[in-house]
């Protein structure tokens, strides 16, 4: 695997060993600009002399400095590489939310507990009104009323206080 060939994934003529190009020339190797290749020269990651470059020495440099630079960004700071997954994880949960939204799967809670609250006080309006319905019904006394009206009321009493 250390050919450039194997390296790159294209099948070129292999190069003479000792076979020298400008920074022109291998930068169509590397798809690379010249001036990013004469930048990594003066950054001693390619190798280079009299002002040319021996390709495949060139390509290998130019591949490891690549390799080392991808463990460098996967292992040189733990604390990032653990925030960037913490990350990706709340960007997915995000995502999946906004998508069970858009189907319909999943209800706003303030929007459910207004609507609850409605339901709740309409309830409790009609429940109290039943002393005052079966009294004019039935011809119950006021002290009958009241009976019934203090049985409802302990009933909601307690149902309240069971939350």
Same mark, same amino acid.
């Given at each position: 695997?250390?050919?450039?060939?194997?390296?790159?994934?294209?099948?070129?003529?292999?190069?003479?060993?000792?076979?020298?190009?400008?920074?022109?020339? @291998?930068?169509?190797? @590397?798809?690379?600009?010249?001036?990013?290749?004469?930048?990594?020269?003066?950054?001693?990651?390619?190798?280079?002399?009299?002002?040319?470059?021996?390709?495949?020495?060139?390509? @290998?440099?130019?591949?490891?400095?690549?390799?080392?630079?991808?463990?460098?960004? @996967?292992?040189?700071?733990?604390?990032?590489?653990?925030?960037?997954?913490?990350?990706?994880?709340?960007?997915?949960?995000?995502?999946?939310?906004?998508?069970?939204?858009?189907?319909?799967?999943?209800?706003?809670?303030?929007?459910?507990?207004?609507?609850?609250?409605?339901?709740?006080?309409?309830?409790?309006?009609?429940?109290?009104?039943?002393?005052?319905?079966?009294?004019?019904?039935?011809?119950?006394?006021?002290?009958?009323?009241?009976?019934?009206?203090?049985?409802?009321?302990?009933?909601?009493?307690?149902?309240?206080?069971?939350?």
């Amino acid at each position: 695997m250390n050919d450039p060939e194997d390296l790159l994934g294209f099948d070129w003529p292999a190069p003479d060993n000792s076979e020298t190009v400008s920074a022109a020339d @291998l930068s169509q190797w @590397l798809n690379l600009s010249p001036a990013r290749i004469h930048a990594l020269a003066r950054e001693g990651v390619i190798p280079r002399h009299d002002g040319r470059f021996e390709l495949r020495p060139a390509i @290998l440099a130019y591949v490891e400095h690549l390799r080392a630079g991808q463990k460098g960004r @996967l292992t040189s700071n733990p604390d990032l590489a653990e925030q960037k997954l913490r990350l990706a994880t709340a960007n997915a949960e995000k995502v999946e939310i906004a998508n069970a939204k858009a189907r319909g799967e999943l209800l706003d809670a303030r929007q459910v507990a207004h609507e609850w609250r409605a339901v709740v006080v309409d309830l409790r309006a009609a429940v109290l009104a039943i002393p005052s319905r079966v009294t004019a019904r039935l011809g119950l006394d006021r002290k009958a009323t009241q009976a019934l009206d203090n049985e409802i009321r302990d009933a909601m009493e307690t149902i309240a206080d069971d939350r």
